[in-house]
């Protein structure tokens, strides 16, 4: 059993909801108490937390109760969803554009998660065949996503400027002589909304465009 099984262990045997009821301004129950009192376990103050001092390389455990315990533990289970959520794929989301974590049994998956690059050496056709039409399919979910955010933060004017740009591949001097105006207002243009697109994107939507529709 590794570091990860453990954690689950540990988190799943307290339920989500007594957890997250806590406030986050509570405070812990064993502020008051003394360094000797801590490191002694009672019947109420049978729950251990280890600290660890880096500078003296020196383990302290002291005894705590259910609820400070709780309140500790928190954010480090918190952390550790986080990423454990993150080593999942992106699959489509079916009722809405662009995507989601897939929740489903890893172990059951065909498609290899050792978290080395896929090779191809070792796909059949079919593999490849299946791997190149899933590529497709995120690609475009990604460009779905990226040109309805570019028509939700862009005037008419402003997106046919963007379009032309990426989808045409003007240059800001060829978009310039269609609008009557400099290259540098057309480049200070289409930054300002890249910039603004950057902003109203969420960290995992802007990682999944960038993913599927790089070069």
Known sequence: MNIDDNIKLEIDAFIDEEVE?????????CSNLTDVELQTKTDERCYYIELKDEYCNKTTTIYVDKHDYLLYMRPIWREWKRSQLEKRCLIPAKNSIGYKRCMSDCSKCETPKNGEPISLDNLSKDDI???????????????????NKFKELTTLEQFEKIRLYFK??????????????????????????????????TKEDLDFIRENLKK
């Open 129 to 147: 065949k299946k791997l190149n039409t899933e590529n497709n399919i995120y690609k475009e979910i990604a460009n779905e996503l990226l040109w």
């Open 21 to 29: 009821a806590l406030d986050g301004n509570e405070k812990f129950h």
């Open 168 to 201: 045409e591949n003007k240059t800001f001097a060829q978009i310039g002589e269609i609008y009557g105006v400099s290259h540098k207002a057309i480049e200070k243009t289409i930054k300002n909304i890249i910039t603004k697109l950057k902003e109203s994107l």
